[in-house]
């Protein structure tokens, strides 16, 4: 059976309003819904389902969850950048080698970005027993209580409450500014050796420190211009490019007419059909 995307049972999952729901993805299998509790800004996994699928893996899984992200929380709030919770859970647990949170539309459930983060050889292990007191944690409230606060005071946990009150503000998560939210991203990316990407969806561009935004008509035309202007600089430079220069007059006065009177058709044909595109 072919495998279905990842984004397809993401957004097949979705129920709606701002409640996250998490999945993982282990090696060879498809990406699999593991929600056990479902609510506004807040979502845990089944400890057992994620223990049987993981069962015979040896390699490490992808931890997903999704930020179904209200505009308010956008100049309010976090943004839709990863919590420190979820940088916790991600790298006290030596089993996830990967972490992907992504942020989806609250009403429509259209994915819009996500935040990738893969541990490398210099990541520091976590000194914890994963997944044995991970999973008393999450089944044992007075254990979880306890295990809270060992974790908490633990050097290891140290930059993690670092970039949560650099980025947050404290537990509370307080409007901070974007580029203080994204120095903080960083330097936890730094501290623990991550690899970070930020990948916007199709049609949306990442805005540092703080969510993925829709491009506007603007930055669209500009991304068409500047593709056709590359292909237009590659054509003209490469072996061809000196003929063609010639055949088109062969002083560079002429070419450059010609070029910027190309580029001018260009970005006007580039405009109509995003004009047309946008109804
Ligand atoms: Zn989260």
Known sequence: MRKR???????????????????????GQEVRDVTLESLKYLCSSDPDLVDALNLDNKKGYTCIHTHPV????????MGSIPSSEDFSHFLADNEKKTMVVVQQNPETGDIEGYYLFRKTKGT?????????EYR?????????????????????AKPILE?????????????????????????????FNLKARYL?????????GTKFSPLGIESKVAAVIALGLISLLSFFSGPLGGKVIKA??????????????????LSLIAYSYLKLSEH
Request: charged share 25%; proline share 7%; no cysteine.
């Open 5 to 27: 995307a990842p984004k397809d049972i993401i957004k097949g999952s979705y129920q709606g309003g701002s409640k996250e729901r998490t999945f993982v993805k282990i090696p």
């Open 70 to 77: 209200e505009e308010r929380q956008y100049t309010q709030g």
């Open 124 to 132: 520091q292990r976590s000194p914890f027993d994963f997944p044995t």
């Open 136 to 156: 008393r944690f999450l089944k044992d409230e007075k254990y979880g209580e306890e295990f809270g606060k060992v974790y908490v005071e633990s050097a290891f």
């Open 163 to 191: 970039y949560r009150n650099k980025a947050f503000g404290g537990p509370f998560s307080t409007s901070q500014p974007p580029k203080q939210r994204q120095e903080a991203l960083d330097e936890l990316v730094r501290t």
């Open 200 to 208: 916007p969806a199709k049609g949306f561009r990442y805005d540092s």
């Open 248 to 265: 088109l007059g062969g002083s560079s006065i002429l070419t450059s007419i010609t070029l910027g009177g190309l580029l001018i058709l």
